[in-house]
């Protein structure tokens, strides 16, 4: 019932910007939460970042603090503007919503791809 597109990915030099955005379709009322996620070459998924649809409140990762900003720009929307992007942060990144009442992700996107060069 939920589908999610994201876009804004791409090659990027160390210390540059990109920012991310994952559009929402369907029955976009029933989620309660949005959050974004990475995967490195090789490496397990790892959480970056999650708001709160009803009250705004947001989440990071550590690695990520001061650097990213998790947003909704409207009721479609949910942004990741991610500064000082290091070679590290190279992978695919993911969109996911938690429909009210669960604890878990239940609607994944495709991911978009982000290449942090040196």
């Known amino acids: 019932q939920v589908q999610l597109v994201e876009s804004g990915g791409g090659l990027v030099q160390a210390g540059g910007s990109l920012r991310l955005s994952c559009a929402a379709s369907?029955?976009?009322?029933?989620?309660?939460?949005m959050g974004w996620f990475r995967q490195a070459p090789g490496k397990e998924r790892e959480f970056v970042a999650s708001i709160n649809r009803s009250d705004g409140g947001t989440s990071y990762a550590d690695s990520v603090k001061g650097r990213f900003t998790i947003s909704r720009d409207n009721a479609k929307n949910t942004e990741l503007q991610m500064n000082s992007l290091k070679t590290e942060e190279t992978g695919g990144y993911y969109c996911?919503?938690?429909?009210?009442?669960?604890?878990?992700?239940?609607?994944w996107g495709q991911g978009t791809q982000v290449t942090v060069s040196s």
């Open positions: 996911g919503a938690k429909e009210a009442g669960s604890n878990t992700y239940n609607h």
């Open positions: 369907g029955r976009t009322f029933s989620t309660y939460a």
